[in-house]
């Protein structure tokens, strides 16, 4: 698992992956890229664990919130 995250960082960092980087891009030159690339990690998240939810490949119950049980 510390390997897997070593090459997600080394990935972030060649990439200039940053929200706050995309926001400052917009506003100093209108270029999307970056806040396109984070809102679609954040989409392909969301993707990917609903799926692994759905077909019972992880049970996520006991992380629910209360009002979600």
């Given at each position: 698992?510390?390997?897997?995250?070593?090459?997600?960082?080394?990935?972030?960092?060649?990439?200039?992956?940053?929200?706050?980087?995309g926001v400052a891009d917009i506003m100093h030159g209108g270029n999307w890229g970056r806040l396109h690339?984070?809102?679609?990690?954040?989409?392909?998240?969301?993707?990917?664990?609903?799926?692994?939810?759905?077909?019972?490949?992880?049970?996520?119950?006991?992380?629910?919130?209360?009002?979600?049980?």
């Open positions: 698992m510390f390997l897997i995250s070593i090459v997600f960082g080394a990935v972030a960092r060649k990439t200039d992956f940053c929200r706050l980087g690339m984070y809102f679609f990690a954040i989409a392909v998240a969301i993707l990917g664990i609903t799926l692994l939810e759905a077909f019972a490949i992880l049970n996520l119950n006991s992380t629910l919130p209360s009002y979600r049980i």
